[in-house]
């Protein structure tokens, strides 16, 4: 079992609606239960400029690099750059990669699975960064892999928010299957097609939310994908700040279950991501990411 985690996550973004210091609080609730030890933990090193360009242009990383972003680029991307805000998320896309690497280090075909106490930065595209996302961590991470001879990947991405960057990275290659299941009325306004995407509709509740993924993970297995990375989002949570799907913490846990579940019968490698978690109150959104990482090395 391999869990990746950096105390760097933790950045200074000001007064925010994100909480950054979940990872920190995941990280040490997971520690204090006893579901993970700290000879469990790995410190990953941060994605290289050259990595981050497998998918992002070489125009936006200088932009990012130097701290040139333009005003309207800065509201895009809905955080105060700093060069310790880069640092943070290139650590943080770094941890995406190792969790993703070290799953193949054994070079067998069984399910075993890497989790990463962070990223799941879906509304990264190419070019530019938005909503908290400067880096599309699942994206590298893939590219990563397909560099290293994997042929066949998925994305289950289960934030209540639309994959949008990730989708749109991948529009044109075949390779990986990119399934998002959202609330279709919430950000982002477009929506770029991916390989599967279920819109529901508000209020979706744990019954209607959980027989949607029930039939649309066949379709993502089907892709006979090499390793699956789930963005395991708590904002589908009933109390979350910019989520209307209205899951109970149980329905949440039903639902990693399920994903895990469809993966380990597939024996096929799962690299988990915490992905978003605005709760009112931010012990709910640590509770919801703690009963996924339980799930998660349970099964494995
Ligand atoms: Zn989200």
Redesign the pocket.
């Known amino acids: 079992m391999i869990v990746v985690y950096s105390p760097r996550y933790q950045i200074d973004i000001g007064p925010h609606v994100f909480p950054t210091r979940k990872y920190s609080l995941v990280h040490a609730a997971l520690l204090e239960s006893g579901v993970i030890h700290p000879a469990d933990c790995v410190e990953p090193a941060p994605a290289s400029w050259a990595d981050l360009g497998l998918v992002h242009t070489a125009e936006y990383l200088h932009k990012m690099r130097d701290g040139t972003l333009s005003t309207e680029d800065t509201a895009q991307l809905e955080l105060p750059w700093s060069a310790e805000m880069v640092e943070g998320f290139r650590l943080m896309v770094g941890g995406t990669i190792e969790a993703a690497i070290s799953n193949f280090r054994l070079q067998t075909s069984d399910f075993r699975v890497a989790v990463h106490l962070g990223g799941g930065l879906h509304h990264a595209f190419p070019n530019h960064g938005e909503g908290f996302c400067p880096f599309n961590d699942v994206a590298v991470a893939a590219r990563v892999l397909q560099a290293r001879g994997l042929e066949r990947i998925a994305v289950v991405d289960l934030?209540?928010?639309h994959g949008n960057g990730t989708a749109f990275t991948f529009e044109s290659d075949p390779r990986v299957f990119t399934f998002s299941m959202h609330q279709q009325h919430n950000y982002p306004l477009w929506k770029p097609r991916g390989s599967l995407d279920v819109g529901l509709p508000d209020g979706a509740h744990d019954d209607g939310y959980l027989a949607e993924l029930a039939r649309a993970l066949p379709a993502v297995m089907a892709h006979a994908p090499q390793c699956v990375f789930y963005l395991a989002?708590a904002?589908p949570y009933e109390d979350d700040q910019?989520?209307g799907l209205r899951l109970t913490k149980e329905g949440l846990r039903a639902r990693d279950r399920m994903v895990i579940g469809a993966v380990r019968d597939a024996a096929v490698p799962l690299v988990v991501v915490l992905?978003?978690g605005y709760a009112r109150r931010v012990t709910d959104t640590i509770a919801i990411h703690c009963a996924t990482i339980e799930e998660a090395l349970a099964a494995a």
């Open positions: 934030d209540v928010h989002g904002d910019l989520g992905a978003g």
